[in-house]
């Protein structure tokens, strides 16, 4: 009889366990997702980094140098769409759908479509009037005309896209709005490669007719931002269908309806538009200096090298080095995207003691990923670029070992400059953007257009924009915040950590480089130099078990800590 009593108790244990384990799975998958779509926007940034990587193999540098004054008319004005006009609109409708007034809530959708349709149908229609005086005098790119006309519907189209991704945020729908950003990257994928192969053998032809191989390069480009133009079709296709099958909700949302007036559509578009012009000046100001480096550039570069060369050179800073820096900087300000909103939360309910804290453990976080980050980046520079591209690239790696302190500024900017924007301090912020658009302006035209460092001298007026970008809103932020920095924690012993092990990762990358590869050299000179540089953090009290157990494999450091007695 006791023997069934122990095997009935152990069968009740391990039926317990197995729901344990199963609600510990459903925890991890609800985790996953939340984190998917809380990071969806940055993850689809670097994936559409990531795309230039293998677009310099099937296009090579000069078409990505031609592609490259309408890939960032694109980005920039579909930031201003979805940054402008679909955050805007995402908070008009959250407080509408709060308070019962669907019906106002879909006005607002209806204006913000039909206005999105206009501006972007105008914008379209201005970029193909003017894309000769656009490619020759203001990129000063003849060639990138192509891919500029090409590129106008797919504005219009992005338009669209974020009307709807505005309003699904607005009614909750978060994670079918990531999901149209993961598709539109991974459509974009393989339409850009696949257009650009089948445009470049085209216009090979119709360049051996000409004596012209640069034709060869824009036909790529333009078959490229074809590929775009599909993409963004097919994720419009997709916005509607989900629209069309969420409809019955939108309908007894309507019938449920409980609002005391409707607004008018005048006082809709006021709004709209009035709320819209300053985070469209944040988006203009913040994301148009590469348009403006590109111009300077090409202005230097055209004084004493062909069209070809040009296009070339521009092309492999565009497709390289912007492409490794830019990925490291949203990688860190990943890290941080989760602090932002208990800072702000704190500050809300006016705990500032709790909110002072909070903005410590973000900084702290964000140099502990930072640092390592970018010297790693730096002293691998060489396998990093020779692992993923090809061709001549000691330029290319020179000025990433010079640029990689963007990362570092780049985090610094947004974890500050978006604390700065969620507490009230848009004018602040506006100041700070101007301040540092004028001085990089300065800057480029003294490096580049005088002739002070030639070519690299677009790097070093990138780090002074973003420096200069993110001690602004760092000293701003702590006055009005009155918050005072703990640097010796926080900044002093990440950095002595990382610069030790990257001196460790640079010693492993001359012996591996030559011997196992660029790939192989990258991944076990990582894992060495991530090894030492946490088990340098743990000694100097950096991290804690608390601190161990959010990262990646963080039993496995845990475990390791206390195996050394470190913890």
């Not at 040009?310 to 492999?316: C, Y």
């Not at 196992?516 to 991944?523: D, P, R, S």
Request: hydrophobic residues 55%; contains cysteine.
């Amino acid at each position: 009889m006791t023997d069934w009593v122990y095997i009935g108790a152990g069968r009740i244990k391990v039926r317990i366990h197995k729901r344990e384990a199963a609600a510990g799975r459903r925890r991890s998958s609800r985790e996953f997702k939340n984190n998917m779509a809380a990071y969806a926007g940055v993850i689809a940034y670097m994936l559409s980094l990531g795309i230039r990587i293998p677009l310099s193999r099937v296009i090579g540098d000069a078409g990505i140098g031609l592609i490259s004054p309408a890939f960032e008319l694109f980005t920039l004005i579909s930031l201003f769409f979805s940054f402008g006009i679909s955050r805007t609109m995402n908070g008009l409708i959250r407080y509408r759908v709060k308070r019962d007034q669907f019906k106002n809530a879909r006005k607002v959708f209806n204006m913000a479509l039909k206005l999105s349709a206009l501006i972007g149908g105008v914008i379209a229609v201005a970029l193909a009037v003017f894309s000769y005086y656009i490619s020759n005098t203001l990129v000063l790119e003849a060639m990138s005309r192509w891919a500029i006309l090409a590129v106008a519907p797919a504005i219009v189209l992005s338009a669209i896209i974020n009307v709807f991704r505005g309003y699904f945020n607005g009614n909750g729908f978060v994670v079918l709005v990531a999901h149209s950003q993961y598709i539109e990257k991974i459509v974009m994928f393989i339409t850009t490669i696949a257009g650009g192969r089948l445009c470049l053998n085209y216009g090979q032809k119709v360049a051996a007719l000409h004596h012209n191989e640069i034709t060869a390069y824009a036909y790529g480009a333009l078959g490229v931002v074809l590929g775009i133009m599909l993409s963004e079709l097919i994720t419009l296709l997709y916005m509607m269908v989900v629209f069309a099958i969420y409809s019955g909700t939108w309908k007894r949302q309507l019938s449920e309806d409980s609002g005391r007036r409707l607004e008018s559509n005048r006082n809709i578009a006021g709004t709209l538009i009035g709320n819209s012009i300053p985070l469209s000046l944040i988006v203009i100001l913040s994301n148009s200096f590469m348009l403006i480096d590109m111009r300077f550039f090409n202005y230097c570069m055209n004084l004493s090298e062909s069209e070809q060369t040009n296009a070339q050179l521009w092309g492999s800073y565009y497709g390289k080095f912007a492409v490794l820096i830019g990925i490291g900087a949203a990688f860190v300000c990943m890290s941080v995207l989760g602090a932002v909103g208990k800072i702000v939360s704190s500050y809300e309910r006016e705990e500032y003691h709790t909110m002072h804290e909070y903005i410590e453990s973000a900084v702290r976080k964000l140099c502990v990923v930072a640092f390592p980050t970018a010297i790693n980046l730096a002293v691998l520079a060489e396998a990093f670029v020779g692992g993923l591209y090809q061709g001549e690239n000691e330029q290319i790696i020179s000025m990433i070992r010079r640029g990689a302190v963007i990362i570092l500024f780049y985090g610094i900017a947004y974890l500050f400059g978006q604390i700065m924007l969620k507490t009230h301090m848009m004018k602040e912020f506006l100041i700070s953007l101007v301040v540092s658009f004028l001085i990089h302006i300065i800057s480029i035209f003294l490096l580049v257009k005088e002739g002070l460092t030639g070519v690299e001298g677009v790097v070093y007026s990138v780090i002074v924009f973003t420096g200069v970008l993110a001690i602004s809103c760092f000293i701003l932020t702590c006055r009005k915040l009155r918050y005072r920095q703990e640097w010796l924690y926080s900044i002093a012993f990440p950095l002595v950590s990382a610069g030790i092990a990257g001196l460790v990762v640079m010693l492993i990358c001359r012996l591996l480089l030559g011997v196992v590869g660029e790939i192989a050299t990258i991944i076990i000179s990582n894992l060495i130099g991530l090894t030492l540089y946490i088990l340098l953090l743990m000694v100097l009290r950096v991290l804690n078990e608390a601190d161990l157990a959010k990262f990646p494999l963080g039993g496995l450091w845990i475990a390791l800590g206390r195996l050394i007695g470190v913890l």
